[in-house]
């Protein structure tokens, strides 16, 4: 009986580590194209639909900010952060992050916590060039995301 408890405290880790692998770390992804390598997002319409509408989201918070800035108009930098930043997370749907690569929601859990920090400086410091270079640095996980991700509704 001993003997037979090993062998299966094994299989049944090996099948734990396998499915948090899949479905935690890997997501529901496949590999790019021959002329696209990015990794590809395998979503339902409606979620491919959700995670554009959040990009849209982040690009009209990012012009609204920059406007603000350049008015020195800080309550509206303040609300327009914070209209992205971490508060947007509770919409997306559980079944969707399953789907979510590691890389991918690493980028867009740091995205929204970086409009909240971004929200929070504004207020405190009400500096436009601060704002203005904290956005820049802001947008490099826009960019990294961008050009490591596509996203289909193509079965794999």
Do not use: W
Request: net charge neutral.
């Amino acid at each position: 009986m001993k003997k037979l408890c090993l062998p299966i405290i094994l299989l049944l880790v090996t099948a734990i580590g396998a499915l948090l692998y899949t479905f935690v770390i890997q997501g529901q992804t496949t590999a790019g194209s021959k002329s696209d390598s990015r990794t590809a997002l395998v979503l339902e319409e409606s979620e491919r639909a959700l995670v554009l509408e959040e990009m849209r989201a982040f690009l009209s918070a990012v012009q609204t900010i920059v406007l603000a800035a350049t008015k020195e108009d800080m309550p509206t930098v303040v609300e327009a952060a914070r209209k992205v930043g971490r508060a947007a997370q509770g919409e997306v749907p559980v079944s969707l992050m399953k789907k979510l690569p590691a890389g991918f929601k690493k980028l867009g859990f740091a995205t929204h916590q970086g409009f909240d920090q971004l929200a929070m400086d504004a207020e405190a410091l009400g500096d436009r060039d601060q704002v203005l270079e904290a956005l820049g640095t802001l947008m490099n996980n826009c960019t990294g995301c961008h050009a490591a991700f596509q996203i289909t509704t193509d079965k794999p």
